[in-house]
């Protein structure tokens, strides 16, 4: 990909950023130079470009199909009300949409939390009956709701490194950039973070 | 260890995790909010406003509705800035010029198709879990004034 910037009214982005190397800083600034040019084609392209990703990583949290599509779009317009400190910031448009999209989660959890624990003081009391927690709206035949029942019930810190590296994909490394804490940070609260799910899961029958 | 529900041999728990992180998305690449807020957007960037000044930003998208005892209201709030308030009420749209207090939140009175006047208030703090801004609309055949003395109501401004 050539490394003009020019002031164009589409961009070439690669579909998947991760750790940007030359070329893609340069396609970074393309597009923060489109932001200055005509903001609403930037904020469009990076709509285009990260929405699937985004929609994605909150399906996978949430495994309700209607409210990954709420969630994404309120980090969306998170997003677009706050692009500006996008160019403060040292992280491609990717993890900064990622690390949106946590808080956006986190807050629905918050909400939900109450009533995961509440299934999960039922599913203690009733071992047999596996019924599907009542805080997703998920297809019943989900069988990997109790994992993400018991992701949900985890303290926020552990939740987003989990997610992030499971749900999301992303290297340590990248995890690390999205919650601006250090790599050994993301190791270390991955593998507290995987212990308690191990036991979380263990006392609740171990169903997946 | 977790086991899968049609196996006896134990799953570990970081397949689980992965095998969650392979989940595709079911839905389509569209978001009709985030459209919608796109496309008002270039709307207001190609129209010069017919009055007053309307300071331009990528702003709240408010949806309201609620049930009335003369039927069902769809009002459709949008908050530029200070000034300009888009309410569409049944289909037809009307503009109004309301003033957000510092807090945000801002009152804004529609008259119904039947003549009758509603209120709505709308602001950030009405927000759902689900992103979507609810705000309760009271109808009456006089309605009180738009509060003078409260101290998030700053005075009306015309232009």
Redesign the interface.
């Given at each position: 990909m050539s490394s003009q910037t020019t002031a164009p009214s589409t961009l070439e982005l690669p579909a998947d950023e991760c750790i940007p190397t030359a070329a893609q800083s340069s396609r970074e600034d393309a597009w923060l130079t489109l932001l200055e040019t005509d903001r609403t084609a930037a904020l469009t392209e990076i709509y285009r470009r990260h929405y699937r990703m985004i929609a994605s990583y909150l399906y996978r949290r949430t495994g309700d199909p209607h409210l990954a599509e709420d969630l994404a779009a309120e980090t969306f317009l998170a997003a677009f009300r706050t692009v500006d400190r996008l160019r403060k910031l040292a992280v491609p448009a990717r993890f900064w949409l990622l690390r949106i999209a946590t808080n956006a989660s986190h807050r629905w959890m918050r909400g939900t939390r109450r009533r995961i624990a509440r299934e999960q003081a039922r599913e203690q009391a009733q071992p047999q009956a596996r019924t599907p927690p009542e805080a997703s709206r998920s297809d019943s035949t989900d069988s990997h709701q109790p994992v993400r029942s018991a992701v949900a019930r985890l303290p926020r810190r552990f939740q987003a490194v989990i997610a992030l590296h499971y749900f999301a994909g992303l290297a340590v490394q990248e995890v690390a950039l999205v919650l601006e804490c250090s790599e050994g940070t993301v190791k270390s609260r991955l593998s507290r973070g995987r212990d308690r799910l191990r036991r979380d899961l263990e006392s609740t029958g171990g169903a997946v | 260890?977790?086991?899968?529900?049609d196996k006896s041999t134990p799953?570990s728990?970081?397949e689980?995790?992965?095998?969650?992180?392979r989940?595709?998305?079911?839905?389509t690449?569209?978001?009709q909010?985030?459209?919608e807020?796109?496309m008002n957007?270039?709307v207001i960037?190609s129209k010069a406003p017919a009055a007053g000044r309307i300071r331009r930003r990528?702003g709240l998208?408010l949806g309201a509705g609620a049930l009335l005892a003369s039927g069902l209201v769809y009002g459709s709030v949008r908050l530029y800035d200070r000034y300009k308030v888009r309410v569409n009420v049944n289909g037809v749209e009307h503009i109004h010029e309301v003033q957000s207090g510092p807090d945000g939140t801002a009152m804004v009175e529609v008259t119904l198709p039947d003549g009758k006047k509603a209120r709505m208030l709308v602001g950030p703090e009405n927000k759902g879990?689900?992103?979507?801004i609810r705000a309760g609309i009271s109808v009456s055949e006089n309605p009180p004034s738009v509060r003078k003395n409260d101290a998030t109501a700053a005075p009306q401004k015309k232009d």
């Open positions: - | 260890m977790t086991t899968s529900n799953v728990l970081d689980s995790l992965h095998a969650i992180g989940i595709d998305w079911p839905g690449d569209r978001n909010r985030i459209e807020h796109l957007s270039t960037a990528p998208w879990p689900d992103g979507e």
